[in-house]
């Protein structure tokens, strides 16, 4: 599975982006999907999960009432939708795909497959 992000970029405190992480190789239909972040000095961190079939989401708590994940598995995408970004939302954020297709929060050592990353910077 080839997992590619995108809509990363430079927003001010407040505002919104919408990331999305789209795949080829197999359907995302088979795997749970998770967001992680990763910040300058600091180790990845999950932000959100949802497992295959979409019915159950997990967040950390950081992110709750701010982020929403979701995925059309029709076109093999998932997304995290940001709002209300702070600056400790500037990170580097990575999706992966996991074949543990009914857990909704796992490790990122669970996880098989890695996009590249994508920024986002929040500025103050």
């Known amino acids: 599975v080839q997992l590619v992000e995108s809509g990363g970029g430079l927003v001010q405190a407040g505002g919104s982006l919408r990331l999305s992480c789209a795949a080829s190789?197999?359907?995302?239909?088979?795997?749970?999907m998770g967001w992680f972040r990763q910040a300058p000095g600091k180790e990845r961190e999950f932000v959100a999960g949802?497992?295959?079939?979409?019915?159950?989401?997990e967040y950390v708590d950081s992110v709750k009432g701010r982020f929403t994940i979701s995925r059309d598995n029709a076109k093999n995408t998932v997304y995290l939708q940001m709002n209300s970004l702070q600056p400790q939302d500037t990170a580097v954020y990575y999706c992966?795909?996991?074949?543990?297709?009914?857990?909704?929060?796992?490790?990122?050592?669970?996880?098989?497959?890695w996009g590249q990353g994508t920024q986002v910077t929040v500025s103050s």
């Open positions: 992966a795909a996991s074949g543990f297709r009914m857990v909704v929060y796992l490790p990122a050592r669970n996880y098989d497959y």
């Open positions: 190789g197999r359907a995302l239909s088979s795997y749970t």
């Open positions: 949802i497992v295959a079939s979409g019915s159950r989401m």
